[in-house]
Protein backbone atom coordinates (compact mmCIF):
# COMPACT_ATOMS: atom_id res chain seq x y z
CA UNK A 1 0.00 0.00 0.00
CA UNK A 2 1.15 3.78 -0.80
CA UNK A 3 1.15 5.99 2.20
CA UNK A 4 1.86 9.57 1.72
CA UNK A 5 4.51 11.20 4.36
CA UNK A 6 4.72 15.00 4.44
CA UNK A 7 7.70 16.78 6.27
CA UNK A 8 8.03 20.12 8.02
CA UNK A 9 9.83 22.80 9.26
CA UNK A 10 13.47 21.45 10.18
CA UNK A 11 12.95 17.76 9.05
CA UNK A 12 12.17 19.50 5.68
CA UNK A 13 15.34 20.65 5.91
CA UNK A 14 17.26 17.11 6.96
CA UNK A 15 15.17 14.83 4.25
CA UNK A 16 15.39 17.52 1.48
CA UNK A 17 11.81 16.65 0.54
CA UNK A 18 8.39 18.51 1.80
CA UNK A 19 7.07 14.93 0.91
CA UNK A 20 7.34 11.49 -0.31
CA UNK A 21 5.50 8.54 -0.75
CA UNK A 22 6.45 5.36 0.64
CA UNK A 23 5.50 1.65 0.08
CA UNK A 24 4.22 -0.22 2.84
CA UNK A 25 3.41 -3.68 3.32
CA UNK A 26 -0.25 -4.41 4.59
CA UNK A 27 -0.84 -4.07 8.58
CA UNK A 28 2.08 -1.63 8.88
CA UNK A 29 1.61 0.22 12.04
CA UNK A 30 2.35 3.84 12.08
CA UNK A 31 4.75 2.92 14.77
CA UNK A 32 6.54 0.95 11.75
CA UNK A 33 6.57 4.00 9.68
CA UNK A 34 8.23 6.30 12.27
CA UNK A 35 11.08 3.49 12.96
CA UNK A 36 11.61 3.25 9.03
CA UNK A 37 12.31 7.55 9.33
CA UNK A 38 14.36 7.41 11.56
CA UNK A 39 16.59 4.38 10.02
CA UNK A 40 16.68 6.78 6.83
CA UNK A 41 17.08 10.52 8.30
CA UNK A 42 19.29 9.28 10.84
CA UNK A 43 19.86 13.32 12.03
CA UNK A 44 16.17 12.96 12.61
CA UNK A 45 17.24 11.34 15.90
CA UNK A 46 17.57 14.93 17.21
CA UNK A 47 13.98 15.40 17.69
CA UNK A 48 12.66 12.21 18.42
CA UNK A 49 11.52 13.05 21.88
CA UNK A 50 9.19 15.79 20.85
CA UNK A 51 8.13 14.64 17.59
CA UNK A 52 4.63 15.50 16.24
CA UNK A 53 2.93 12.83 14.31
CA UNK A 54 -0.72 13.57 12.70
CA UNK A 55 -2.30 10.63 10.85
CA UNK A 56 -4.80 12.74 8.42
CA UNK A 57 -4.75 15.87 10.57
CA UNK A 58 -4.91 13.41 13.87
CA UNK A 59 -3.03 12.31 16.86
CA UNK A 60 -3.07 8.50 16.54
CA UNK A 61 -1.10 6.10 19.09
CA UNK A 62 1.62 4.56 16.56
CA UNK A 63 -0.10 1.20 16.90
CA UNK A 64 -2.67 2.52 14.50
CA UNK A 65 -2.72 0.10 11.25
CA UNK A 66 -2.11 2.27 8.44
CA UNK A 67 -4.43 2.18 5.49
CA UNK A 68 -3.67 2.88 1.78
CA UNK A 69 -4.00 6.74 0.74
CA UNK A 70 -3.30 8.17 4.49
CA UNK A 71 -1.40 10.99 4.88
CA UNK A 72 1.41 11.21 7.54
CA UNK A 73 3.04 14.13 8.53
CA UNK A 74 5.87 14.53 10.45
CA UNK A 75 6.98 17.53 12.51
CA UNK A 76 9.38 18.55 15.56
CA UNK A 77 7.74 20.56 17.61
CA UNK A 78 5.34 23.30 17.08
CA UNK A 79 5.42 27.09 17.51
CA UNK A 80 2.42 28.52 16.27
CA UNK A 81 -3.65 30.33 16.12
CA UNK A 82 -10.43 32.63 14.39
CA UNK A 83 -7.95 30.90 12.29
CA UNK A 84 -4.71 31.30 9.97
CA UNK A 85 -4.54 34.39 7.79
CA UNK A 86 -2.27 35.93 5.61
CA UNK A 87 -3.00 39.64 5.71
CA UNK A 88 -2.65 41.62 9.02
CA UNK A 89 -5.97 42.39 10.89
CA UNK A 90 -7.91 45.76 11.40
CA UNK A 91 -7.53 45.70 14.96
CA UNK A 92 -9.87 48.64 15.86
CA UNK A 93 -12.66 47.27 13.36
CA UNK A 94 -12.12 43.86 15.83
CA UNK A 95 -12.29 45.56 19.44
CA UNK A 96 -15.58 47.81 18.08
CA UNK A 97 -17.19 44.58 16.79
CA UNK A 98 -16.27 42.86 19.81
CA UNK A 99 -17.04 45.41 22.50
CA UNK A 100 -20.86 45.83 20.25
CA UNK A 101 -21.42 42.21 20.39
CA UNK A 102 -20.49 41.74 24.39
CA UNK A 103 -21.24 44.96 26.44
CA UNK A 104 -25.61 43.95 26.16
CA UNK A 105 -24.48 40.53 27.48
CA UNK A 106 -22.49 41.95 30.48
CA UNK A 107 -19.13 42.24 29.34
CA UNK A 108 -16.77 45.06 30.74
CA UNK A 109 -13.26 44.71 28.82
CA UNK A 110 -11.12 43.13 26.64
CA UNK A 111 -7.91 41.30 26.95
CA UNK A 112 -6.00 41.81 23.62
CA UNK A 113 -2.53 40.03 22.57
CA UNK A 114 -0.82 40.69 20.18
CA UNK A 115 2.53 38.63 19.33
CA UNK A 116 4.70 40.80 16.44
CA UNK A 117 8.04 40.00 14.76
CA UNK A 118 11.63 40.69 17.05
CA UNK A 119 14.13 42.82 15.74
CA UNK A 120 16.82 41.08 17.57
CA UNK A 121 17.60 38.06 18.93
CA UNK A 122 20.86 37.76 21.18
CA UNK A 123 22.87 40.07 19.26
CA UNK A 124 21.91 39.64 15.65
CA UNK A 125 19.51 41.56 13.42
CA UNK A 126 16.52 40.03 12.50
CA UNK A 127 15.18 39.79 8.99
CA UNK A 128 12.74 38.23 7.70
CA UNK A 129 10.13 35.62 9.85
CA UNK A 130 8.89 33.14 8.32
CA UNK A 131 5.99 31.33 8.87
CA UNK A 132 4.32 28.15 7.21
CA UNK A 133 1.26 26.44 8.78
CA UNK A 134 -0.07 22.71 8.36
CA UNK A 135 -3.31 23.06 6.70
CA UNK A 136 -6.42 22.94 6.64
CA UNK A 137 -5.16 21.01 10.06
CA UNK A 138 -3.79 24.47 11.49
CA UNK A 139 -6.96 26.40 11.06
CA UNK A 140 -8.64 23.49 12.67
CA UNK A 141 -7.07 23.25 15.96
CA UNK A 142 -7.23 27.25 16.12
CA UNK A 143 -10.87 26.91 16.15
CA UNK A 144 -11.17 24.30 18.73
CA UNK A 145 -8.83 26.19 20.81
CA UNK A 146 -11.20 29.27 19.97
CA UNK A 147 -14.28 27.21 20.63
CA UNK A 148 -12.94 25.85 23.87
CA UNK A 149 -12.26 29.61 25.15
CA UNK A 150 -15.68 30.62 24.32
CA UNK A 151 -16.66 27.80 26.77
CA UNK A 152 -15.28 28.65 30.08
CA UNK A 153 -17.18 30.49 32.45
CA UNK A 154 -17.80 33.59 32.34
CA UNK A 155 -16.12 34.49 29.18
CA UNK A 156 -18.47 36.06 26.15
CA UNK A 157 -16.48 36.22 22.72
CA UNK A 158 -12.82 34.96 21.99
CA UNK A 159 -10.89 35.26 19.04
CA UNK A 160 -7.60 34.09 17.56
CA UNK A 161 -5.73 34.87 14.49
CA UNK A 162 -2.29 33.58 13.40
CA UNK A 163 -0.67 34.96 10.50
CA UNK A 164 1.67 32.89 8.06
CA UNK A 165 3.91 34.12 5.29
CA UNK A 166 7.09 36.44 5.05
CA UNK A 167 7.49 39.01 8.17
CA UNK A 168 9.06 41.70 9.19
CA UNK A 169 10.85 42.79 12.14
CA UNK A 170 7.01 44.89 13.75
CA UNK A 171 4.64 42.69 11.72
CA UNK A 172 1.73 41.38 13.56
CA UNK A 173 2.23 37.32 14.30
CA UNK A 174 -0.46 36.24 16.14
CA UNK A 175 -3.42 37.94 17.68
CA UNK A 176 -5.98 36.57 20.99
CA UNK A 177 -9.28 38.39 22.04
CA UNK A 178 -11.17 37.70 25.30
CA UNK A 179 -13.81 39.21 26.31
CA UNK A 180 -15.18 38.52 29.60
CA UNK A 181 -17.50 39.43 32.66
CA UNK A 182 -14.53 39.79 34.79
CA UNK A 183 -10.76 41.11 33.96
CA UNK A 184 -9.60 37.85 35.79
CA UNK A 185 -11.17 35.36 33.55
CA UNK A 186 -10.11 37.40 30.64
CA UNK A 187 -6.68 37.78 31.19
CA UNK A 188 -6.33 33.59 32.60
CA UNK A 189 -8.11 32.65 29.60
CA UNK A 190 -6.31 34.60 27.27
CA UNK A 191 -2.80 33.37 28.40
CA UNK A 192 -4.30 29.68 28.10
CA UNK A 193 -5.60 29.88 25.01
CA UNK A 194 -2.32 31.99 23.70
CA UNK A 195 -0.13 28.76 25.62
CA UNK A 196 -2.26 26.51 23.81
CA UNK A 197 -1.51 27.88 20.84
CA UNK A 198 2.19 27.89 20.81
CA UNK A 199 2.11 24.24 21.58
CA UNK A 200 -0.92 22.61 19.94
CA UNK A 201 -1.35 24.40 16.35
CA UNK A 202 0.79 22.71 13.38
CA UNK A 203 2.56 26.30 12.61
CA UNK A 204 6.32 26.69 12.20
CA UNK A 205 8.66 29.49 11.75
CA UNK A 206 12.10 29.74 10.10
CA UNK A 207 13.98 32.96 11.18
CA UNK A 208 16.60 34.77 8.97
CA UNK A 209 18.77 36.91 10.45
CA UNK A 210 22.42 38.83 10.13
CA UNK A 211 24.52 35.52 11.25
CA UNK A 212 21.93 33.08 9.15
CA UNK A 213 18.85 30.57 9.48
CA UNK A 214 17.10 29.05 12.55
CA UNK A 215 14.49 27.02 13.08
CA UNK A 216 12.46 28.22 15.79
CA UNK A 217 10.93 24.94 17.38
CA UNK A 218 8.53 24.72 20.87
CA UNK A 219 9.38 27.44 23.16
CA UNK A 220 12.12 29.39 21.37
CA UNK A 221 14.57 26.70 20.99
CA UNK A 222 16.86 27.77 18.09
CA UNK A 223 17.97 25.37 15.53
CA UNK A 224 20.71 26.26 12.69
CA UNK A 225 19.57 25.72 9.61
CA UNK A 226 21.19 23.14 7.61
CA UNK A 227 20.42 20.85 4.25
CA UNK A 228 20.62 17.36 4.06
Same mark, same amino acid.
Given at each position: @? ?33 ? &? *? *? ?22 ? &? ?34 ? !? !??? +? ?8 ? !? ?11 ? +? ?21 ? &? ?13 ? @? ?5 ? #? ?5 ? *? ?25 ? *? ?6 ? #??? &? ?13
Amino acid at each position: @MKIRVKYFSALRDITGKTSEDLEMPDGSTLGDLIN &W *F *FKQYPKAQAFKEELLVLVNGKSLD &WSYVLNGGDEVAIMPPVSGGGGVINTQLDLNKELAD !I !IHK +TAPQGAGGVV !IFVGYVKGRVDQA +TVETLEYEAYEPHATSKLLEIEE &WARRQEGVLDARIYH @MVGSLKP #GDHTVYV *FVSAITREIAFRVARDALERVKHEVPI *FKLEKRSD #GEF &WVLGDGKRVPRSRG
